[in-house]
């Protein structure tokens, strides 16, 4: 197949790109600079300049390709509700060129959008709140009646792996800056977890056998505790492991404060039945326990 891939040069992308390639695929690209195009065009991938408010040229590159795997968000938590505005845009541009065939549209979503409370699942729906303006599955599932065969990979709060700038990254900046590694209470509350490359095979999995209107879970565990995080950050620092109240983690984390205090308990039981996707890679902890995790 050839397949569009947007975001193909970030870290989930990336390894999207190459996971297809392995498998004999075909992949163009979605690029913004000349640095991008280099890197991508390296590792055997064709180019595709553009941008996710350039629409005219996602529905070039959609019209082209087989299938499209839409992995690109603009994460600036600062402007967050108009970049979920572009997304959404952008998902319906690349919808309308798939509309009315099999060109399967593979959308990115998190499992931390979902509402806490227990462990979420593949049925699990999005809350049906404003508060809340990612809409990345509604958008694109709300495109089947006209014939988009869409379905959903959803990320869980922490893919990792070397070249992680995410969520685990930003807790080590925090605990380095303040000489001391937090949790809130008794650091009980989860993530669920996915090395980035486990998460490429699945989206592979989806597009080759996935069926329309699915949603898929990327988690390979299904919930690490935030004190084990905090605890691995503290050993490679030698700084202190402190557990704070929900106030006083406020002046440690600040914005952040609410991933630091998210609780998200992801099961992947039906994606891995109906697709067969077994992880293979390190867990989470493991893997912040490399030196890469700690370079400056």
Not at 16 to 29: C, D, I, P, Q, R
Not at 69 to 79: L, N, Q
Not at 168 to 187: H, L, N, Q, W
Not at 221 to 233: N, Q
């Amino acid at each position: 197949m050839r397949v569009f891939v947007t975001g193909a040069t970030g870290f989930v992308g990336s390894a999207v790109v190459k996971e297809l390639l392995a498998a004999g695929h075909k992949v163009t690209g979605l690029v913004r600079s000349d640095e991008g195009a280099k890197s991508l065009a390296a590792v055997g991938a064709e180019v595709h300049r553009g941008d996710l408010e350039d629409l005219e040229s996602l529905r070039r590159g959609a019209a082209a390709s087989d299938g499209v795997i839409h992995t690109a968000f603009i994460h600036d938590f600062s402007k967050f509700a108009a970049n979920c505005e572009i997304d959404k845009r952008a998902i319906e541009a690349l919808g309308a060129e798939l509309a009315g065939s099999k060109r399967p549209l593979i959308v990115t979503s998190g499992t931390g959008l979902l509402q806490a409370g227990g462990t979420v699942t593949e049925d699990t729906l999005p809350p049906a709140s404003t508060a809340i303006p990612r809409v990345s599955e509604q958008t694109a599932l709300a495109m089947l009646p006209q014939g988009v065969h869409a379905s959903v990979v959803r990320l869980p709060p922490s893919v990792h792996g070397e070249g992680d700038h995410g969520f685990v990254p930003r807790i080590i900046g925090f605990a380095r800056e303040k000489g001391e590694s937090v949790y809130i209470g008794d650091g009980n509350n989860h993530w669920s977890a996915v090395h980035r490359s486990d998460a490429a095979h699945l989206y592979r999995l989806v597009l080759e056998k996935g069926s329309a209107g699915a949603r898929y879970h990327a988690t390979a565990e299904e919930g690490v505790p935030f004190r084990d995080i905090a605890a691995v950050i503290g050993k490679r620092l030698n700084i202190p492991v402190v557990s704070k109240t929900l106030e006083e983690a406020s002046s440690h984390f600040g914005w952040f404060t609410h991933f630091a205090n998210m609780g998200n308990l992801a099961s992947s039981q039906r994606t891995r039945e109906q697709l067969g996707w077994q992880p293979k890679h390190i867990g989470l902890i493991a893997d912040v326990d490399h030196p890469y995790y700690f370079k400056t």
